[in-house]
Structure formats: structure tokens, C-alpha cells
């Protein structure tokens, strides 16, 4: 079992940098983007000042950059480079949700323009306000650790964040027609196991389909139709450094569909760590968030029945479920840097742990089985 000594400092790492130049290979043709952006942003946005960018780095997959005019800052998204996976770094429903959602739920940024001119940047891409705050990854970020509890803190309002995104009413923000519910799980299944398949490392691939027959064979029924983030995890969030309590905004909604509510937590779960997980089957979260003093993830389910009214007795399943779906996901990241598609570095041993997400998703399905 990982043992974390005593003397551990939790705030010992250095928080990664939330903006930095632009990545070698990443740059895009950012005076046709300046010039399009002067014509189409709404007449309140004040475009006159000079232009420039600069790269949020930390993201693995869509590529998202601060544009300001003088100081007026941005935030623009558009997919990764090189050859997609069916219906993945959707812009277009990303833009949808953001442009609506933020009516109903302030936590959703608002989305301002989407283009889908490829001769202006490449790719689909929209512009969405620039939110302010902390987002924490494996370190308690320094203007943050002044407050009591802070680890359980962020985590909780997370998760209270989560049940109240959940309790949503779709057609208040005219995101009904989002998504087919019916059957969304099952699709979800079959979709990443063809998406495996098409990127499969043959090391893996008896592991993978065992258990995706597992997860077929185990499907819980869904209790609950709501809108479905569909990548909600710690640093996806921004939090406000006065008040750890507080979520100031969630990030990465091109995903976001109507279905299973429960997929949502799964999410959550597989991407949060218990001090005493064994190392042989640790997910992908930041180092670090082990010591940050976070609640449980037994914590994070309890809290979330309570305050959802959902039956959370099936948690382990669909944590099963992405911490299968993440070794397909991590594996089509080192693909495309296999193939020439990513100049991005990180990208090349990305997938050096997906033996360890296969543990990981069958010590969640054994989970289950004793639930």
C-alpha cells in the first residue's frame, strides 16, 4: 500500500503555471483569428488594443489559449491537430452548451462566437469569457492555504457543485434536444470500446474486452435523466481562493450530453485518490492530490447521494467504467503522437500507465460485485 510519512509537507510542490508561450508546433494564424474575432464578437467587447497569446499548457487534448485585445482577455478553443476520433473535441456542442448554459448555471462560462471557417484557424473554434481563479492539480495553490480543511473543503464544493448541475432542468436552457438518453450508457460502452479497437495496443486487448464484457454484463439500470458533463474532474474546476467553498467556474463541456447523471461521478471517482490506494492500480490523478488532504472517495459518494437523492450503491460500476474509458483515452493521446499528429512530448508516455487503469477498473468491479 502507498504509505505517505508523516513529515510529508502537502504544499511542498510547485503549482504548475496556468499560462505560458505558445507550444512549438501548437501556434495557429493568429492574424486572420484577430481579424475575424473584431468582426464577429458582440459590439460590448472592447477589440481596439493590440492582440496577443499565450497557451494554457496543462490540457492534454483540445488546444486552449488566452487572445486578449490590449487588456481585454480571452479564452479560445479548438481541437487538437492531426486525425479525430469520431465525434471527439466537438466545438460546435461545446459552443451550444456555453452559449445557453450559463443563463441557468454561472458555474458554465458564456460562450461568445463559434466558426466553422476552416480557412480562419484550421478547425472548428469558439471564444468564451476568461474566468478568474484556482485551479488545483496536485498542490494547494498558494493564495489558498491560509484556510482550515482546505483539501476536504475544495473537494466537497466539487462535489456539491456536481448534484447541483445534475439537478438541472434541461429545457430551461434548450439543451433538451443535447443528446439521446435512451440507451446512453449501453452506446457509451460499445463507443469506446470501437474507439479502443481502433487504436488498440495488443498488450492490452484480452484485458480490455474482459472487461468490457464485465461492465456489459453488470450494466445498472439508470434512475435519472440530466445533463451529463462527461469529463468532471478536480482541474476542470476553478475555485475562489477566498473561499474554498466556492466553485467559480467548470471547464471542458464538449462532451456534454443528456443520459446517466451517475457517469458523471464515475468520472469523479476514477480520477480521485484514496492515500491507501495500492500503486499497481493508481489512476491518472495529479501527484500530489494524495496529500491535499481531500476527501475520501466513500466521502465524495455519501456526500453526493445525500444531496443528489440518487442511489449511489452502484458508484463502483461506473467507476469501473472510466477508469476503463481513460485507458482508451490515454492510448489514443500516445497514438497520435505515434503517428506525427502531437508535437506535445508529454504525449509520448502517456500511456506508460494504462496497465495500471486496467487494475484500476477491475479492484472498481470487484468493488461492486461486494457492494
Given at each position: 500500500?502507498?504509505?505517505?510519512?508523516?513529515?510529508?509537507?502537502?504544499?511542498?510542490?510547485?503549482?504548475?503555471?496556468?499560462?505560458?508561450?505558445?507550444?512549438?508546433?501548437?501556434?495557429?494564424?493568429?492574424?486572420?483569428?484577430?481579424?475575424?474575432?473584431?468582426?464577429?464578437?458582440?459590439?460590448?467587447?472592447?477589440?481596439?488594443?493590440?492582440?496577443?497569446?499565450?497557451?494554457?499548457?496543462?490540457?492534454?487534448?483540445?488546444?486552449?489559449?488566452?487572445?486578449?485585445?490590449?487588456?481585454?482577455?480571452?479564452?479560445?478553443?479548438?481541437?487538437?491537430?492531426?486525425?479525430?476520433?469520431?465525434?471527439?473535441?466537438?466545438?460546435?456542442?461545446?459552443?451550444?452548451?456555453?452559449?445557453?448554459?450559463?443563463?441557468?448555471?454561472?458555474?458554465?462560462?458564456?460562450?461568445?462566437?463559434f466558426?466553422?471557417?476552416?480557412?480562419?484557424?484550421?478547425?472548428?473554434?469558439?471564444?468564451?469569457?476568461?474566468?478568474?481563479?484556482?485551479?488545483?492539480?496536485?498542490?494547494?495553490?498558494?493564495?489558498?492555504?491560509?484556510?482550515?480543511?482546505v483539501?476536504?473543503?475544495?473537494?466537497?464544493?466539487?462535489?456539491?457543485?456536481?448534484?447541483?448541475?445534475?439537478?438541472?432542468?434541461?429545457?430551461?436552457?434548450?439543451?433538451?434536444?443535447?443528446g439521446?438518453?435512451?440507451?446512453?450508457?449501453?452506446?457509451?460502452?460499445?463507443?469506446?470500446?470501437?474507439?479502443?479497437?481502433?487504436?488498440?495496443?495488443?498488450?492490452?486487448?484480452e484485458q480490455?474486452?474482459?472487461?468490457?464484457?464485465?461492465?456489459?454484463?453488470?450494466?445498472?439500470?439508470?434512475?435519472?435523466?440530466?445533463?451529463?458533463?462527461?469529463?468532471?474532474?478536480?482541474?476542470?474546476?476553478?475555485?475562489?481562493?477566498?473561499?474554498?467553498?466556492?466553485?467559480?467556474?467548470?471547464?471542458?463541456?464538449?462532451?456534454?450530453?443528456?443520459?446517466?447523471?451517475?457517469?458523471?461521478?464515475?468520472?469523479?471517482?476514477?480520477?480521485?485518490?484514496?492515500p491507501?490506494?495500492?500503486?499497481?492500480?493508481?489512476?491518472?490523478?495529479?501527484?500530489?492530490?494524495?496529500?491535499?488532504?481531500?476527501?475520501?472517495?466513500?466521502?465524495?459518494?455519501?456526500?453526493?447521494?445525500?444531496?443528489s437523492?440518487?442511489?449511489?450503491?452502484?458508484?463502483?460500476?461506473?467507476?469501473?467504467?472510466?477508469?476503463?474509458?481513460?485507458?482508451?483515452?490515454?492510448?489514443?493521446?500516445?497514438?497520435?503522437?505515434?503517428?506525427?499528429?502531437s508535437?506535445?512530448?508529454?504525449?509520448?508516455?502517456?500511456?506508460?500507465?494504462?496497465?495500471?487503469?486496467?487494475?484500476?477498473a477491475?479492484?472498481?468491479?470487484?468493488?461492486?460485485?461486494?457492494?
Open positions: 500500500m502507498a504509505v505517505i510519512p508523516d513529515d510529508v509537507d502537502p504544499f511542498r510542490d510547485v503549482a504548475l503555471p496556468e499560462l505560458d508561450a505558445v507550444r512549438s508546433g501548437e501556434e495557429l494564424d493568429w492574424p486572420s483569428i484577430a481579424d475575424y474575432l473584431r468582426r464577429t464578437l458582440p459590439p460590448e467587447i472592447d477589440t481596439r488594443g493590440t492582440f496577443h497569446v499565450l497557451q494554457f499548457p496543462n490540457g492534454s487534448a483540445n488546444l486552449t489559449y488566452m487572445i486578449a485585445f490590449g487588456a481585454n482577455e480571452l479564452v479560445f478553443r479548438r481541437p487538437p491537430f492531426g486525425v479525430l476520433a469520431p465525434g471527439a473535441h466537438d466545438m460546435g456542442r461545446e459552443y451550444k452548451v456555453l452559449s445557453t448554459l450559463w443563463r441557468q448555471f454561472e458555474l458554465a462560462p458564456r460562450a461568445y462566437v466558426c466553422d471557417d476552416h480557412d480562419v484557424a484550421g478547425a472548428d473554434f469558439f471564444v468564451m469569457e476568461r474566468c478568474r481563479g484556482e485551479v488545483v492539480r496536485g498542490v494547494i495553490p498558494a493564495s489558498m492555504r491560509q484556510h482550515p480543511n483539501g476536504k473543503r475544495i473537494g466537497f464544493a466539487l462535489v456539491d457543485a456536481m448534484a447541483r448541475f445534475h439537478r438541472l432542468n434541461p429545457s430551461a436552457s434548450d439543451l433538451d434536444d443535447l439521446r438518453a435512451e440507451g446512453f450508457v449501453l452506446r457509451q460502452l460499445r463507443g469506446w470500446k470501437k474507439r479502443w479497437d481502433l487504436v488498440a495496443d495488443e498488450r492490452y486487448g480490455v474486452t474482459d472487461i468490457f464484457d464485465e461492465l456489459l454484463a453488470t450494466m445498472p439500470d439508470p434512475q435519472r435523466v440530466s445533463l451529463v458533463h462527461n469529463d468532471l474532474k478536480l482541474d476542470n474546476c476553478m475555485f475562489d481562493p477566498a473561499d474554498p467553498d466556492r466553485v467559480v467556474a467548470i471547464f471542458d463541456w464538449d462532451m456534454t450530453t443528456l443520459g446517466d447523471p451517475l457517469i458523471d461521478l464515475g468520472t469523479l471517482l476514477n480520477y480521485w485518490p484514496d491507501d490506494d495500492d500503486s499497481s492500480v493508481v489512476g491518472l490523478a495529479h501527484t500530489g492530490m494524495e496529500r491535499m488532504g481531500l476527501p475520501s472517495r466513500r466521502e465524495v459518494v455519501k456526500r453526493y447521494g445525500e444531496l437523492g440518487i442511489d449511489v450503491s452502484r458508484a463502483d460500476w461506473y467507476a469501473a467504467f472510466a477508469r476503463w474509458k481513460t485507458a482508451t483515452v490515454v492510448q489514443q493521446l500516445h497514438h497520435r503522437w505515434a503517428v506525427g499528429d508535437t506535445d512530448e508529454r504525449m509520448a508516455t502517456v500511456a506508460d500507465g494504462i496497465g495500471r487503469l486496467i487494475g484500476g477491475e479492484m472498481f468491479l470487484s468493488a461492486d460485485k461486494n457492494d
